[in-house]
């Protein structure tokens, strides 16, 4: 199968082209020319199938043949090898826990995903990879787990100076090894916008192998599909169809989704909730499209100010909105209301959401009229409530307990290189060292 650039439908890649490179020379993000549908009656009888097994067949399709099938599935087995359990929260409310991997975010299903089919692919190559990863918090440390000790790939993790959690600042300067923290003086936006300048500066790319390792990789997003199957298949058989409600920064998890529907999966509609960072809900409320600077927030994973995938999904619509507007709903909320939410759910549900969850919660009950009896409601918990232990522990008013995974980050040394924001000095830094 090909892939083509959302700057150019009618330029075609290979997968592994599309994996190495990230972004397409033009600067656009790679897209399959096809989201290849699954059979039918592997939807209906998803319940025999383990999650790898799912995850496989998904990933078989967009792969084509470029991995061997038993490549592929080793990749599968060594990146997926933790569970995405549903929890019911009440007749028909249900959150995905996707916070079971090593870094306790949903970004470990991609990172590692990615992290392997990367090696799998440049392992035979004299030329090390160099991976640039900007992050607004938990994106660096899935990556820098999903990499670590990967052979011949060095990883960069740009971060905001004191604009992440601290367990995610320890989580993403202690490990070591092939992995570099770079804590840049700025915002997010301007992390992503000095790896963005770097893919296309010419005299950069001549010198070294370059990749990312956002959301804009494709093997990072494919994997983020196989989880909206897993979910379907353990709801109660009374349940048709689902609604997924998806928090939301630079829309990869959403785009994965909307991946999963056109695959067959029967989802009804999408919603996207952001924070106070709303540039989405407003272009889906409006067609209106103001991209700005980020404002910090505690759901801080979705402080974005441009979201990254929109170009991608505009692709999979055609740029119609009507129709995006049909099978995506949006809705923004305040810090506030997300803070009274988590305690609200605590004593209600004795449930801990983190923020990011509570912020999806939110816009989940706002349109839950909206939806029949045989739908079930499903929210993505993006995030274990521990990483945002200081924000949920005000909201609950009570002392909680670190995850062990968290307890052991923090008893490491931060390890990282300061740099101001501004794109010639990161150059600079990158060329010498
Ligand atoms: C990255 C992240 C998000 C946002 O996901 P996108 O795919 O960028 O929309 C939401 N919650 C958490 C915890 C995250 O780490």
Redesign the pocket.
Known sequence: MNYYSTNNVKAKFTFKEAVVHGLAPDGGLYMPELIPPLQKDFIKNLKNYLFEEIAFEIAKGFVDEEINNSDLSDIIKSSINFPAPIHKLSDSTFILELFHGPTL???DFGARFMARTMSHFVKDSKDELNILVATS???GSAVANGFYNAEGINVYILYPSGKVSESQEKQLTTMGGNITALEINGTFDDCQRIVKEAFVDSELTEKLNLSSAN?INISRLLPQSFYYFEAFKQLPPKFEKAVFCV????????TAGLFAKKMGLPIEYFISATNSNSVFTEFINSGRYAPRESIKTF?N??D?GTPSNLDRIKRLYQNDIEKMRCEIKSSSHSDPDTLSNIKRIYEKHNYIL?P?GSVGYLAMEKFSNNSSLNTAKILLE??HHSKFLDVVEQAVNKKLELHPTLRESFSKEKISTQLSNKYSVFKEYLICS
Do not use: R
């Open positions: 975010a949903f970004k918090g938990d994106t959301s928090p939301s920064g630079n829309l990869g998890n959403l759901s994973a979705m974005v983190d990011h993006t995030a």
